[in-house]
T-cell receptor
Framework: DGGITQSPKYLFRKEGQNVTLSCEQN?????MYWYRQDPGQGLRLIYY???????QKGDIAEGYSVSREKKESFPLTVTSAQKNPTAFYLC????????????FGDGTRLSIL | EDQVTQSPEALRLQEGESSSLNCSYT??????LFWYRQDPGKGPEFLFT???AGEEKEKERLKATLTKKESFLHITAPKPEDSATYLC???????????FGTGTKLQVIP
């Protein structure tokens, strides 16, 4: 089944803890993105990657880190430096070469214990 | 800076009552305007891409149109299963970033 898989669906973080959100795709898309969604706000870009071993900061990168070691995977780490991490996190992919729309996974909801 | 404004924030319709959602945008060199549907607790589901003024796309009860300043999502004879939040987004020229609006939450009552 082709698509984008985000895991876990729900995640809880303790104070001072780093947590990692997984995003895997089998669409063979070059570009991958991480967004944060908060009530009443549009999706905000955290990081994006257009090619393996390369990524760029988005609008709200502070307190987050990513890696892109494989085309299929783009994990997001929420570090203890992110003071307000409670949100719905969405991973997206797109085929940049043909300017196609982004397609999204079903998200991970992160809450603070 | 690219901007997207959606209105209304929320819309309540009776089943069968047609209406339109608005997406006003400011972008430097439009490379695409996108409509998505998002159900609670789910990721956005892609609906349409529009690339140039005058373009129209249809899917079942939904029709998207585009002018140089705004896009409309027309919903004809909606059903309760059309209830969702509809998101509009634009991609400008020279940069891969997509800017999203805050969405219109549609509720269709039987």
């Amino acid at each position: 089944d082709g698509g984008i898989t985000q895991s876990p669906k729900y995640l809880f973080r303790k104070e001072g803890q780093n947590v990692t959100l997984s995003c895997e795709q089998n669409l063979n898309h070059d570009a991958m993105y991480w967004y944060r969604q908060d009530p009443g706000q549009g999706l905000r870009l955290i990081y994006y990657s257009q090619i393996v071993n390369d990524f760029q900061k988005g609008d709200i990168a502070e307190g987050y880190s990513v890696s892109r070691e494989k085309k299929e995977s783009f994990p997001l780490t929420v570090t203890s430096a992110q003071k307000n991490p409670t949100a719905f996190y969405l991973c997206a992919t797109s085929n940049e070469r043909s300017n196609q729309p982004q397609h999204f996974g079903d998200g991970t909801r992160l809450s603070i214990l | 800076e690219d901007q997207v404004t959606q209105s209304p924030e929320a819309l309540r319709l009776q089943e069968g009552e047609s209406s339109s959602l608005n997406c006003s945008y400011t972008v430097s060199g439009l490379r695409g305007l996108f409509w998505y549907r998002q159900d609670p607790g789910k990721g956005p589901e892609f609906l349409f891409t529009l690339y140039s003024a005058g373009e129209e796309k249809e899917k079942e009860r939904l029709k998207a149109t585009l002018t140089k300043k705004e896009s409309f999502l027309h919903i004809t004879a909606p059903k309760p299963e059309d209830s969702a939040t509809y998101l509009c987004a634009v991609r400008g020229g020279g940069y891969q970033k997509v800017t999203f609006g805050t969405g219109t939450k549609l509720q269709v009552i039987p």
